[in-house]
């Protein structure tokens, strides 16, 4: 260790971040050993810091969408290519999936136009207000999601059991009753904290955002990730779709401060 503080050396730091590489092809282990966890945490933090990548958010996010794929237990869902009806909610997003679809859009001008269109309509409804006004997600085309790659955690993470209850909410305006797999749900939260972890420990701001003006207020600057990892607040001004609850912030900063002197 050195004299100053806890961090590690850096040969410790490179042995450490070959013992991670056994956890990074894994599925997300969420029992009682933080190996799995902390690897993740060391090496989106390590992402987020590689000036040589065109785009690290892409990266960062690239890598947690296919942990959360890796991890879901093959359970039997509903979802299928055309089944759209729930692309209907308020999505909220963190700076890096903002970045990301933002990215991913810049050149296709017809989606662009689409977003601002519903931005128009959405800015400032509340969620109930939105899953009551029925306003389709600009991203969609055909019912089918035109950004499938870079989709944000929250939908890669909204699945459910029954079409019929999907139907009846957001076609026929039924309260909320989606029946969800928990395991799904569980580990959507787990791969979110470990995002919330790596953002602290890089210093980088970890608000979450309603996604159609997060990714327009992306779209309006000039090299907006760059600008936004070197710490600007390109997002000010964007609504935030709530804070992060007090039990899950407390696990996220313990997270942070045992993860980053091995960072």
């Not at 970045?99 to 969620?127: C, F, N, P, Y």
Request: net charge neutral; hydrophobic share 45%; with cysteine.
């Amino acid at each position: 260790m050195t004299s100053g503080d806890n961090r590690l050396q850096r040969a410790e730091r490179r042995a450490l971040q070959r013992e991670d590489e056994k956890y990074l092809g894994l599925p997300l282990n969420l029992g009682p050993d933080p190996r799995s966890i902390a690897a993740h945490v060391r090496h989106v933090a390590r992402l987020f810091s590689q000036p040589s990548v065109e785009s690290p958010c892409a990266e960062v996010m690239a890598h947690l969408g296919e942990l959360y794929s890796r991890t879901v237990p093959k359970a039997q869902v509903a979802c299928r290519r055309g089944c759209a009806s729930c692309c209907t909610q308020m999505v909220s997003v963190t700076a890096p999936e903002a970045l990301w679809v933002a990215a991913t859009i810049r050149r296709r001008a017809q989606s662009v136009e689409k977003m601002r269109a519903a931005d128009a309509q959405t800015h400032g409804l509340t969620m109930d207000e939105r899953l009551k006004s029925h306003i389709v997600c600009p991203l969609l085309v055909e019912d089918a999601c035109s950004i499938y790659a870079a989709r944000p955690l929250g939908c890669r993470g909204f699945v459910s059991v029954d079409l019929n209850a999907c139907l009846a909410t957001f076609v026929g305006g039924a309260a909320p009753n989606i029946p969800m797999p928990a395991s799904y749900t569980d580990i959507l939260y787990a791969v979110r904290m470990l995002l919330y972890a790596a953002l602290r420990i890089k210093g980088l701001k970890d608000a979450a955002y309603e996604l159609n003006a997060a990714v327009l207020a992306a779209l309006a600057v000039d090299d907006p990730e760059a600008r936004w990892l070197e710490g600007e607040d390109i997002f000010a001004g964007v609504p935030v779709t709530g804070g992060v609850p007090p039990h899950f912030d407390l696990a996220i900063s313990q997270l942070a401060a045992h993860v980053a002197p091995t960072v």
